[in-house]
Structures are given as structure tokens and as C-alpha cells.
């Protein structure tokens, strides 16, 4: 078969594919045209469809639990964790446990944190770090942010190292690896409270359960990049291992796990991202630190206090991040011959001295050791009066927003997901997936949401994807004309690409301080936390996207004598459109997880029964909630990666 | 072994990519095309392959890309596994050792060279060089003064303690020349040694390996896509295509009579008096009156030339480099190699 023939017939296939994707299409507008006259059973699922997964999922956890003894094992596991949890407590902030030689004095943190900062990119990136632990101790935070930090300290290294052993036996067994990815797929899709609801049945509330909950959580990234980094070792690499003599162990410690050290450590930095995130959440189980005080703070309606809390989350957040992609991202460097033991050791040397010369002045001044709440510094009153006189300043603005926005777009549109029959919705979907993927996506949609439909929460679940829908929408409206915008000039985007880079590495729970402080407590801070959440990748892979069209591309636009809005839309946004895809996959990620936390300020949708599961400590519950997201975000996912292959295939890009 | 074994010898080696090569291989009959072997959906990159290599000897595959040439060298030492054949180095079928036999056959035996180097990155100089040593589990200073050792030679000293990413590519095969040598093997391969770097490098490096085999006299396959670098180091080139040798002979017989047009097409732009050697065209005496100072049998045409055109003499003497006379050159016969046939 020449190549020609190749082409038609698969322009044929997808001509067909298409046709009967709006045929589908057409029949879901009749099934929504019709709902007043449909059978009940197709209009909402009919109660033999809905089956007790929730009943099953908990008749497994008690059969696990009670009958398998799986409770002593865990529970002896969190014991293990929560002994390592207190010689961590003890030592950052005094907890009177074994070894019981703590609290170290903030000064030796503090210049570690310049020294390590130092060593590792600079001097901008030691001040960040020492920077960090100074406006924590002066803001009388220590306790709260070493709470939190003694649960990252144990969580990430179990993380890191579980981690990297299932990134090892899935590269080596192809059979492990099929197993082990779709359940990778739904564990990086399932909301964070989803993990919470069973690590409270086997393990309990407070720093042990936040810390089990925080590496089962973590884990995920790190198998992904070590499996990325072991595959992309260079084959030459290997073989000159093998004609070297290694054996098998020789070639994976001293061949192919140091080649992978970027990525492995990119996964390092992803497991520790994925810790904080996961902290500040665990407050909800009980996990001291940070986060609880901010949740106290916010539901406390208290700005001043809480952007202070936010200031600091952001910031750990901020060095972490850097420290440890300047970790990946380092590479060896020699000294010249006769360097002496002092130069070739200068930071350990630096590090060791600073922190020797703080402890000992740490027992002369009290200040350099702790500092109490009472001689800590505070810009809660100023905030709080910055905060009122702005909120005063707009507060018809937003009062007026939040009417309209309620009145003529929210409403009407909950209203309209909520009144579509459910079988208009899967033919929808259906459609959607035939014209993108044939019968294939077609059966994956169908299956996905068909799911959702049995579970029993159909409007719940029609809630978020309506708030998820509306945030995605608005956050696009915002988000491409900035990212297009951005993209222009190289300095400009290497700007905002930081900006958004750095907006990723906060915690989730962060965006909800501003919304909370301009809209209050309802509907509209939900999505406006959600729109702000979700804009940002959607910048970020538009800029890209855009960046990444090749120059001979635009250079040939230009001596085809095109404009610059030619060259955009006839050029770039075309070749970008697949990248730009990837941010709009992740944007409804990021916006389901945010709906799913948003739900203690107030919604209807499946977080707000997320967080009843959770009080009640009801597994099935909560794992049927959170599969239900979960689902949403794998379709929406399959949806978008089959395309953009598609495309990126026709584009000839891969 | 006896001194006639060759070092390595292959008989009918194939190798063939695709769901189940054994099996399809088994099925053949005759000797399928390249082409009709890819109907049936393998890849065919060796096809019965049968070489032998002299001790001391420097074998040089040439093909282009996707000859097989790569593949070819990776089953001399079993990097990959061979579909059909043998494959025997001293004497031992290597195809039957167990994995431990032929990690002592690697770390005793045999040198590898790669195109892109193949350094770990994490590692210094000095550490990359060393590599092979620690793996057979020598001990530190012994590692550390037989590494210096082959550093030196290569002339990387004073380097030691770079890392790979801070060398220039030239300096980064160096080192890849050098961890080869580490284990002082008595079977040298290089993948493509040169082909990554500038022509101005590539040569000095070939004048270096030149250098360097004096030196060692190791036996040698060496691959390559360069036909001028084959016929600058080769003692014998293999001229592969779609996985067959299409002629294996020393540069002067290849240049002097390709066997087929697919080398002819390599041969024809070639300056032929500068491969050919006077004793490759000494003939048998047979009664010819000989006279004057013979000629040196490692000297080329163009070397002569100048002695060709002045000279009268229909027939030269023709001696080796112990001086004895092995023959006589046909003054007219070197001259069409020198001028190209008179038409």
C-alpha cells in the first residue's frame, strides 16, 4: 500500500468517526429536548441501577480490617512512624519525647538553611532559605511551621524510597508495570481527602495519621520519575556497563540509577511539593501545624493573622521547591589538584562552624533560641486595616459581581446541568468521545460517567462538574489572552513562566485566603479559588506552547509576508495547540481538586459529602466520592491525550 | 588454541528483529533478499555472516547507515543475541556461556569504544577510567595507578578530575579510549570511535589510534561509515549492506578490484595509488632480468611515482623490509594505477 492510499483511507476513517459523532451529538439534544416527556428511568438513574458500591468498598475494609488483621499491621507500622514523628518533634520544636535534646535553637536552622542554600545555587537562593526560617521565627510561627516540617522530614524519605523501589521493579517487570499504572492513573486523580477517609479507619487522627496519609499520598510521582529516569539512561551508557564487566546490581547502582539522578531527583522535588500540599490538608484529620492554625484562622473570617500563615506556607513551599530542583538540577564539578580539605569542604566546614557559634550563643541570649509569642512581630493589624479599607474600596464591585454572577451565570447554569437527563448527558459524551477517539473513547466516556451514574450521586456530581465547567471556562477566558500576551517577548515570558511556576508550587489551600477575603463565604469564592487555580497552567502552557513553534516556522511566515495576528493564528496557536491541550487537561485537575477542598467554605457537590464522610469516618463513602472525581478527571484526561496524539501525529511533532 | 585459531571467528551469523525470529529463521530456505525478509516483518540486520579475525589483526566494518555494521559488532560480543550461527572468541562458543562466564570474558578479555562515548556523567575522569576495575572488584590503589597509567597514554593528564560533561568531545573519546584499555584487553572494539567529531579531530584521533596500535598490536574491529578511515587504519575492510558482507579484503585488493558494483561505487572517487602497495602488485619473477635498487613492498604507487615516470625500466625489483626480493613490479601496471588505464 503506497502512502497516499494510507492517508485517504484514514481520512476517510475520521470523516466517518466525526459523522457519527454528531449523529450521537444529535441524539443527546433529543433526549434533552424530550425531558419532559422521557421515562423517569431516563431522566435520572433508575434506582435498580444504583448499586451499594459504597456498602461492597466497606464490607471489603472490614473484611480486611477485622478479619485479615490488616489493623495490627497498620497500626504497628504508624507506631513505627510516630516514634520517628517524635524524635523529629523532639528535636525541632521540643516535644518531650526521646532523644529529648530539643528544640534546636531557630539561629542553627536558620544558618543551616543559609549554608544549604548557598551550596546550592548562590547566594539568592541562601537567602530564601535562611530568610525563610528567620520570618518564621520572628512571626512567632516556629512551633506551628516545625510541626509541620518534623512530619515532612519522616514522610518524604519513605516516600522517596518506596518510591523508587516500585519505579525499579516496574522497569523491570513489564507485568508489574501494567498493573501498577492504571492504579498510578486513579491514585494521582483522586482528591486528597478521598486518601484521608481510610488512613483514619486504620490509623487514627493526629501526626501519625497526617504523616501515613502524606506518603501514601507522595508516592505516585516519585515510581513515575524513577521508572521516566531509568528508561532514558542512554543505551551506549548501558552497554559500556555491560563491556566493563557489571553485573546486574553493578549496572543499576553504578550505572543506571546515577545516570538517572536528574530525573530521579526531579521526583524528589515532586514528592516534597506533594508532602506540604498534603500537610496543610491533613489539618482536617488533625494534624497540627500550619495548616490547622490557617483553617482555624479562615473559618475564623481573621485576614491579617491568616495571610501571615500564608506568607509562611508560601514561602516553605518557595524553598523547597527551589533547594531541591537546584539539587537536580547540579551538576559535579572538579576542584584543581591540591585543593586543600578546608576549600573542598568549605560548607560543610561553614555550616558546622555557624551552627556550633549559634548554639553557644543560643545559651547566652534566649532570643536566639526561641522566640515566644510575646516578642514575636506582627503585620496582622495592618493587613487587617489595608484588607478592610480595600474591601470597602471594591465591595460594590464585588457585591455587584457576586450578584451577577449568581443571579444571571451560576444559578441558571447549575439549573441547566441540573434539569439534562442523565442519559442526554452520557450520549453526550459518547459523542464527544466517538468524534475524538472512535468507538474506543466513545466506550470510555460512557463507561466513566456510567459509573458515576450507579454510584447514586448523580446531581452531586453534576454540581461539580458544573463548578468545574464554569471555573475551567472563565479561568480559559482570563488565562489565554494572557498566556498569548505573555508569549510575545522573551523576557516577558521567561517572567511569567517564574510567576506561574512559582503559583504551582503552593498548596491548594492558600488560594482560598484572597477569594475568602473579597467575596466571603459562598459560591462565588468557590469558583473564583478555582478560576485562579486553574488559570494558571493554562498561562503557563499557552506561553510554552507558543515558544516552542520553531523559529524557521515563524521566519517563514514572515517571508510568506505574514502579519503578526497571521503568524498567530495561522501559525503558532495551531503548531501550539497540543501543548496548550496539556494545560487545559491539567487545568481540569486542578480545578476538581480545588471544588473537592472548596467544600468547607461552602458548596453542594461531592466535596461537601466528602467532608460528611470524613466526619464520619465512612470508607465507602468517601472512596465512591472520590472515585467519582476521579473519574471525571481520567475521562476528561483520555479525552485530551487522544487528541492531542492525534494531532501531534498529523503535526508530524512526534 | 594454536597460533592458526583465529581470534574470532563467525560462521553464518544472523540476527533478525521481529515477533519471533527463531522460528522464521528456521523457516527460511535459500537466501532471501533484505526486501523479502521485511514482507514477512523482520528486520534483517545480519545475514549469514561468516568472518574469521587474525591475531593482531585490525578488521574495519564499513557500511552506511543501517548496514548492520553496529549490530554485527554488538553480537561479536554479545551485547545482543544472535538469531542463527556462532560466534566463537578463542575457540569458545560465546553464545553458550552462562552470564558469569561472559562477564569475566568482558572484564578480562574485551574493550568497547562508543560513538557517543557512553561516560557515566557522575563520575570523574580518573573514576570512568577506572570503572572496569572496580567492577572485577580491584582494589582502590591498584585502580587508581593503572587508570593514571592509561591516561597518560592517551594524553589526558592533568585532567583526571574533570568530569565528562566539562571535556571536549575529542577529550571525552579519549577517555572512552582509555576506560577501554583499562583492563588491558586482547579484543578491541570501537563503534564509530571518530564519527561524532569535527573532521579536524577526527583526524588527529586516527593518527592517535594509529600511534597507539603500534604500540599495543591488539586484535581490533573497528566500524565505521568513513571509507577514507577505513582505508587509512584497516589491515582487512568488511564492506557490509543490508546485513551482508558484500566483500571482506585487504584496501588494495577492494580498491584494485571491487567485487561488487555496490563497492565499486565506493572505490570509484578513491585515489587508488595512494591504498595500493608495491608488493600487492609484485608479481612471480618468471625469468625477468632485474636490475637496479628494489622498491619496498609497504611503499604506495604515489609514493613511487616520481620514480615510475623517470625510470626505464619495464620491471622493478621488489623487496620486503628485511630486503630480500619477493618479486617484480610491472612499471606499466603501476603506472595505470597511478594514471588510471589508458583508454
Given at each position: 500500500m503506497t502512502d497516499q492510499t494510507m492517508t485517504l483511507a484514514e481520512k476517510n476513517h475520521s470523516w466517518t468517526r466525526a459523522k457519527t459523532g454528531w449523529a450521537i451529538f444529535a441524539a443527546a439534544c433529543l433526549l434533552a429536548i424530550g425531558n419532559s416527556v422521557l421515562p423517569a428511568g431516563l431522566v435520572r438513574p433508575p434506582e435498580w441501577l444504583v448499586l451499594p458500591f459504597a456498602d461492597w468498598i466497606n464490607a471489603i475494609f472490614a473484611f480486611l480490617r477485622d478479619d485479615l488483621g490488616l489493623l495490627y499491621l497498620t497500626r504497628a507500622f504508624a507506631d513505627g512512624v510516630e516514634w520517628l514523628l517524635d524524635v523529629t518533634a523532639n528535636l525541632l520544636y521540643g516535644k518531650n519525647r526521646w532523644p529529648r535534646i530539643g528544640p534546636i535553637p531557630w539561629t542553627v536552622i536558620a544558618s543551616i538553611g543559609f549554608v544549604i542554600g548557598y551550596a546550592l545555587q548562590g547566594w539568592r537562593l541562601s537567602l530564601l532559605t535562611g530568610g525563610t526560617f528567620v520570618w518564621i521565627a520572628v512571626m512567632g510561627q516556629w512551633k506551628w511551621a516545625m510541626e509541620t516540617l518534623s512530619v515532612i522530614v519522616v514522610a518524604a524519605p519513605f516516600s522517596i524510597l518506596f518510591g523508587l523501589v516500585m519505579g525499579i521493579c516496574a522497569w523491570r517487570s513489564k507485568t508489574f508495570e501494567r498493573i501498577l499504572n492504571p492504579i498510578l492513573n486513579i491514585a494521582q486523580s483522586l482528591p486528597h481527602f478521598a486518601y484521608m477517609i481510610p488512613v483514619v479507619v486504620f490509623i487514627g487522627v493526629g501526626p501519625k495519621a497526617g504523616a501515613i496519609v502524606t506518603i501514601i499520598f507522595s508516592v505516585p510521582p516519585m515510581i513515575r520519575m524513577s521508572l521516566l529516569g531509568l528508561r532514558k539512561v542512554p543505551h551506549e551508557v548501558i552497554e559500556s556497563g555491560h563491556m566493563c564487566g557489571s553485573t546486574r546490581w553493578q549496572l543499576l547502582r553504578h550505572v543506571r540509577i546515577p545516570t538517572a539522578r536528574t530525573e530521579i531527583l526531579v521526583g524528589v522535588n515532586q514528592v516534597i511539593m506533594q508532602c506540604l500540599a498534603m500537610v496543610v490538608l491533613a489539618s482536617f484529620i488533625g494534624m497540627p501545624g500550619l495548616g490547622q492554625k490557617l483553617l482555624q484562622l479562615l473559618q475564623a473570617l481573621k485576614i491579617g493573622r491568616s495571610v501571615e500563615i500564608g506568607i509562611t506556607i508560601v514561602l516553605l513551599a518557595v524553598m523547597l521547591d527551589r533547594c531541591t530542583k537546584a539539587w537536580a538540577t547540579k551538576q559535579p564539578e572538579h576542584f584543581e589538584k591540591g585543593t586543600s580539605f578546608a576549600v573542598r569542604n568549605k560548607f560543610l566546614l561553614l555550616g558546622a562552624g555557624l551552627s556550633l557559634a549559634c548554639l553557644v550563643l543560643a545559651q547566652f541570649i534566649p532570643l536566639m533560641d526561641q522566640i515566644g509569642r510575646r516578642d514575636a512581630f506582627t503585620i496582622s493589624k495592618p493587613i487587617d486595616a489595608v484588607a478592610d479599607w480595600f474591601i470597602v474600596l471594591i465591595d460594590p464591585i464585588t457585591q455587584w459581581l457576586r450578584w451577577f454572577l449568581i443571579t444571571w451565570v451560576l444559578i441558571p447554569i447549575r439549573d441547566a446541568f441540573l434539569w439534562m437527563p442523565y442519559a442526554a448527558v452520557l450520549a453526550l459524551l459518547a459523542a464527544a468521545g466517538w468524534a475524538i477517539g472512535g468507538l474506543r473513547s466513545a466506550l470510555v466516556c460512557l463507561a466513566f460517567f456510567g459509573l458515576i451514574a450507579m454510584s447514586g450521586w448523580w446531581d452531586r456530581a453534576m454540581i461539580t462538574v458544573y463548578t468545574v465547567v464554569v471555573a475551567v471556562s472563565i479561568a480559559a477566558v482570563i488565562g489565554f489572552p494572557l498566556g498569548i500576551w505573555g508569549s510575545f517577548h522573551e523576557k516577558r515570558a521567561a517572567l511569567a513562566l517564574l510567576i506561574c511556576d512559582t503559583l504551582q508550587t503552593f498548596p491548594s489551600f492558600i488560594y482560598l485566603i484572597p477569594v475568602v477575603m473579597l467575596f466571603g463565604v459562598n459560591d462565588v469564592a468557590v469558583i473564583g479559588a478555582v478560576v485562579l487555580f486553574a488559570a494558571v497552567p493554562l498561562v503557563r502552557y499557552t506561553i510554552e506552547g507558543l515558544r516552542q513553534v520553531p523559529e524557521t516556522l515563524i521566519e517563514a511566515a514572515d517571508m510568506s509576508g505574514a502579519t503578526r495576528s497571521q503568524t498567530l493564528w495561522k501559525v503558532r496557536l495551531p503548531m501550539a495547540l497540543p501543548t496548550i491541550m496539556v494545560g487545559v487537561n491539567q487545568s481540569v485537575m486542578f480545578s476538581l481538586f480545588m471544588v473537592i477542598i472548596a467544600a468547607?467554605?461552602?458548596?453542594?457537590?461531592l466535596g461537601q459529602e466528602m467532608q460528611r464522610a470524613l466526619s464520619s469516618t465512612d470508607v465507602g463513602k468517601g472512596l465512591v466520592l472520590g472515585l467519582a472525581v476521579a473519574f471525571m478527571g481520567l475521562m476528561v484526561d483520555h479525552l485530551v491525550t487522544t487528541w492531542a496524539k492525534t494531532k501531534k501525529e498529523a503535526l508530524g511533532l512526534e | 588454541m594454536t597460533a592458526a585459531t583465529p581470534v574470532i571467528s563467525c560462521k553464518n551469523v544472523w540476527k533478525l528483529f521481529g515477533a519471533n525470529p527463531e522460528q522464521y529463521l528456521k523457516s527460511l530456505t535459500g537466501n532471501p533478499g533484505f526486501d523479502e525478509i521485511r514482507q514477512a516483518g523482520y528486520i534483517a540486520a545480519v545475514r549469514d555472516v561468516s568472518l574469521e579475525i587474525a591475531k593482531g589483526e585490525m578488521l574495519v566494518i564499513m557500511g552506511l547507515s543501517g548496514s548492520g555494521k553496529s549490530t554485527f559488532v554488538r553480537c561479536l560480543s554479545r551485547l545482543i543475541d544472535i538469531t542463527g550461527g556462532e560466534v566463537r572468541v578463542e575457540g569458545q562458543n560465546?553464545?553458550?556461556?552462562?552470564e558469569k562466564e561472559l562477564i569475566d570474558l568482558r572484564r578480562n578479555k574485551m574493550g568497547m569504544v562508543f560513538q557517543s562515548f557512553g561516560l557515566l556523567p557522575h563520575r570523574t575522569v580518573l573514576d570512568n577510567v577506572a570503572f572496569p576495575l572496580e567492577m572485577r572488584g580491584q582494589d582502590r590503589h591498584e585502580r587508581r595507578a593503572r587508570a593514571l597509567e592509561v591516561i597518560e597514554l592517551v594524553g589526558l593528564?592533568?585532567?583526571?578530575?574533570?568530569?565528562?560533561?566539562?571535556?571536549?568531545g575529542g577529550q571525552q573519546q579519549r577517555v572512552g579510549i582509555a576506560r577501554s584499555l583499562a583492563i588491558e584487553p586482547d579484543i578491541w572494539f570501537l563503534d564509530e570511535?571518530?564519527?561524532?567529531?569535527d573532521p579536524l579531530i577526527r583526524r588527529e584521533m586516527q593518527d592517535e589510534f594509529l600511534r597507539l596500535q603500534e604500540m599495543l598490536g591488539k586484535t581490533i574491529v573497528f566500524i565505521t561509515h568513513d571509507f577514507d578511515e577505513a582505508l587509512r587504519l584497516a589491515d582487512r575492510i568488511a564492506i557490509m549492506k543490508d546485513g551482508v558482507v558484500e566483500q571482506c579484503a585487504t584496501p588494495d585488493q577492494i580498491v584494485l578490484n571491487p567485487a561488487t558494483e555496490y563497492v565499486a561505487k565506493f572505490t570509484e572517487?578513491?585515489?587508488?595509488s595512494r591504498v595500493v602497495h608495491a608488493g600487492v602488485l609484485a608479481r612471480e619473477v618468471n625469468g625477468h632480468s632485474l636490475t637496479g635498487t628494489p622498491i619496498g613492498e609497504k611503499q604506495t604507487i604515489s609514493e613511487l611515482a616520481r620514480l615510475l615516470v623517470n625510470d626505464s625500466r619495464d620491471f622493478l625489483p621488489v623487496a620486503n623490509t628485511a630486503g630480500s626480493l619477493i618479486g617484480a613490479m610491472s612499471r606499466q601496471e603501476a603506472l595505470d594505477v597511478l594514471l588510471g588505464e589508458a583508454s
Amino acid at each position: 500500500m503506497t502512502d497516499q492510499t494510507m492517508t485517504l483511507a484514514e481520512k476517510n476513517h475520521s470523516w466517518t468517526r466525526a459523522k457519527t459523532g454528531w449523529a450521537i451529538f444529535a441524539a443527546a439534544c433529543l433526549l434533552a429536548i424530550g425531558n419532559s416527556v422521557l421515562p423517569a428511568g431516563l431522566v435520572r438513574p433508575p434506582e435498580w441501577l444504583v448499586l451499594p458500591f459504597a456498602d461492597w468498598i466497606n464490607a471489603i475494609f472490614a473484611f480486611l480490617r477485622d478479619d485479615l488483621g490488616l489493623l495490627y499491621l497498620t497500626r504497628a507500622f504508624a507506631d513505627g512512624v510516630e516514634w520517628l514523628l517524635d524524635v523529629t518533634a523532639n528535636l525541632l520544636y521540643g516535644k518531650n519525647r526521646w532523644p529529648r535534646i530539643g528544640p534546636i535553637p531557630w539561629t542553627v536552622i536558620a544558618s543551616i538553611g543559609f549554608v544549604i542554600g548557598y551550596a546550592l545555587q548562590g547566594w539568592r537562593l541562601s537567602l530564601l532559605t535562611g530568610g525563610t526560617f528567620v520570618w518564621i521565627a520572628v512571626m512567632g510561627q516556629w512551633k506551628w511551621a516545625m510541626e509541620t516540617l518534623s512530619v515532612i522530614v519522616v514522610a518524604a524519605p519513605f516516600s522517596i524510597l518506596f518510591g523508587l523501589v516500585m519505579g525499579i521493579c516496574a522497569w523491570r517487570s513489564k507485568t508489574f508495570e501494567r498493573i501498577l499504572n492504571p492504579i498510578l492513573n486513579i491514585a494521582q486523580s483522586l482528591p486528597h481527602f478521598a486518601y484521608m477517609i481510610p488512613v483514619v479507619v486504620f490509623i487514627g487522627v493526629g501526626p501519625k495519621a497526617g504523616a501515613i496519609v502524606t506518603i501514601i499520598f507522595s508516592v505516585p510521582p516519585m515510581i513515575r520519575m524513577s521508572l521516566l529516569g531509568l528508561r532514558k539512561v542512554p543505551h551506549e551508557v548501558i552497554e559500556s556497563g555491560h563491556m566493563c564487566g557489571s553485573t546486574r546490581w553493578q549496572l543499576l547502582r553504578h550505572v543506571r540509577i546515577p545516570t538517572a539522578r536528574t530525573e530521579i531527583l526531579v521526583g524528589v522535588n515532586q514528592v516534597i511539593m506533594q508532602c506540604l500540599a498534603m500537610v496543610v490538608l491533613a489539618s482536617f484529620i488533625g494534624m497540627p501545624g500550619l495548616g490547622q492554625k490557617l483553617l482555624q484562622l479562615l473559618q475564623a473570617l481573621k485576614i491579617g493573622r491568616s495571610v501571615e500563615i500564608g506568607i509562611t506556607i508560601v514561602l516553605l513551599a518557595v524553598m523547597l521547591d527551589r533547594c531541591t530542583k537546584a539539587w537536580a538540577t547540579k551538576q559535579p564539578e572538579h576542584f584543581e589538584k591540591g585543593t586543600s580539605f578546608a576549600v573542598r569542604n568549605k560548607f560543610l566546614l561553614l555550616g558546622a562552624g555557624l551552627s556550633l557559634a549559634c548554639l553557644v550563643l543560643a545559651q547566652f541570649i534566649p532570643l536566639m533560641d526561641q522566640i515566644g509569642r510575646r516578642d514575636a512581630f506582627t503585620i496582622s493589624k495592618p493587613i487587617d486595616a489595608v484588607a478592610d479599607w480595600f474591601i470597602v474600596l471594591i465591595d460594590p464591585i464585588t457585591q455587584w459581581l457576586r450578584w451577577f454572577l449568581i443571579t444571571w451565570v451560576l444559578i441558571p447554569i447549575r439549573d441547566a446541568f441540573l434539569w439534562m437527563p442523565y442519559a442526554a448527558v452520557l450520549a453526550l459524551l459518547a459523542a464527544a468521545g466517538w468524534a475524538i477517539g472512535g468507538l474506543r473513547s466513545a466506550l470510555v466516556c460512557l463507561a466513566f460517567f456510567g459509573l458515576i451514574a450507579m454510584s447514586g450521586w448523580w446531581d452531586r456530581a453534576m454540581i461539580t462538574v458544573y463548578t468545574v465547567v464554569v471555573a475551567v471556562s472563565i479561568a480559559a477566558v482570563i488565562g489565554f489572552p494572557l498566556g498569548i500576551w505573555g508569549s510575545f517577548h522573551e523576557k516577558r515570558a521567561a517572567l511569567a513562566l517564574l510567576i506561574c511556576d512559582t503559583l504551582q508550587t503552593f498548596p491548594s489551600f492558600i488560594y482560598l485566603i484572597p477569594v475568602v477575603m473579597l467575596f466571603g463565604v459562598n459560591d462565588v469564592a468557590v469558583i473564583g479559588a478555582v478560576v485562579l487555580f486553574a488559570a494558571v497552567p493554562l498561562v503557563r502552557y499557552t506561553i510554552e506552547g507558543l515558544r516552542q513553534v520553531p523559529e524557521t516556522l515563524i521566519e517563514a511566515a514572515d517571508m510568506s509576508g505574514a502579519t503578526r495576528s497571521q503568524t498567530l493564528w495561522k501559525v503558532r496557536l495551531p503548531m501550539a495547540l497540543p501543548t496548550i491541550m496539556v494545560g487545559v487537561n491539567q487545568s481540569v485537575m486542578f480545578s476538581l481538586f480545588m471544588v473537592i477542598i472548596a467544600a468547607f467554605i461552602g458548596t453542594q457537590d461531592l466535596g461537601q459529602e466528602m467532608q460528611r464522610a470524613l466526619s464520619s469516618t465512612d470508607v465507602g463513602k468517601g472512596l465512591v466520592l472520590g472515585l467519582a472525581v476521579a473519574f471525571m478527571g481520567l475521562m476528561v484526561d483520555h479525552l485530551v491525550t487522544t487528541w492531542a496524539k492525534t494531532k501531534k501525529e498529523a503535526l508530524g511533532l512526534e | 588454541m594454536t597460533a592458526a585459531t583465529p581470534v574470532i571467528s563467525c560462521k553464518n551469523v544472523w540476527k533478525l528483529f521481529g515477533a519471533n525470529p527463531e522460528q522464521y529463521l528456521k523457516s527460511l530456505t535459500g537466501n532471501p533478499g533484505f526486501d523479502e525478509i521485511r514482507q514477512a516483518g523482520y528486520i534483517a540486520a545480519v545475514r549469514d555472516v561468516s568472518l574469521e579475525i587474525a591475531k593482531g589483526e585490525m578488521l574495519v566494518i564499513m557500511g552506511l547507515s543501517g548496514s548492520g555494521k553496529s549490530t554485527f559488532v554488538r553480537c561479536l560480543s554479545r551485547l545482543i543475541d544472535i538469531t542463527g550461527g556462532e560466534v566463537r572468541v578463542e575457540g569458545q562458543n560465546i553464545g553458550d556461556m552462562s552470564e558469569k562466564e561472559l562477564i569475566d570474558l568482558r572484564r578480562n578479555k574485551m574493550g568497547m569504544v562508543f560513538q557517543s562515548f557512553g561516560l557515566l556523567p557522575h563520575r570523574t575522569v580518573l573514576d570512568n577510567v577506572a570503572f572496569p576495575l572496580e567492577m572485577r572488584g580491584q582494589d582502590r590503589h591498584e585502580r587508581r595507578a593503572r587508570a593514571l597509567e592509561v591516561i597518560e597514554l592517551v594524553g589526558l593528564s592533568g585532567r583526571e578530575d574533570y568530569f565528562p560533561r566539562e571535556l571536549s568531545g575529542g577529550q571525552q573519546q579519549r577517555v572512552g579510549i582509555a576506560r577501554s584499555l583499562a583492563i588491558e584487553p586482547d579484543i578491541w572494539f570501537l563503534d564509530e570511535p571518530f564519527s561524532a567529531l569535527d573532521p579536524l579531530i577526527r583526524r588527529e584521533m586516527q593518527d592517535e589510534f594509529l600511534r597507539l596500535q603500534e604500540m599495543l598490536g591488539k586484535t581490533i574491529v573497528f566500524i565505521t561509515h568513513d571509507f577514507d578511515e577505513a582505508l587509512r587504519l584497516a589491515d582487512r575492510i568488511a564492506i557490509m549492506k543490508d546485513g551482508v558482507v558484500e566483500q571482506c579484503a585487504t584496501p588494495d585488493q577492494i580498491v584494485l578490484n571491487p567485487a561488487t558494483e555496490y563497492v565499486a561505487k565506493f572505490t570509484e572517487e578513491i585515489e587508488k595509488s595512494r591504498v595500493v602497495h608495491a608488493g600487492v602488485l609484485a608479481r612471480e619473477v618468471n625469468g625477468h632480468s632485474l636490475t637496479g635498487t628494489p622498491i619496498g613492498e609497504k611503499q604506495t604507487i604515489s609514493e613511487l611515482a616520481r620514480l615510475l615516470v623517470n625510470d626505464s625500466r619495464d620491471f622493478l625489483p621488489v623487496a620486503n623490509t628485511a630486503g630480500s626480493l619477493i618479486g617484480a613490479m610491472s612499471r606499466q601496471e603501476a603506472l595505470d594505477v597511478l594514471l588510471g588505464e589508458a583508454s
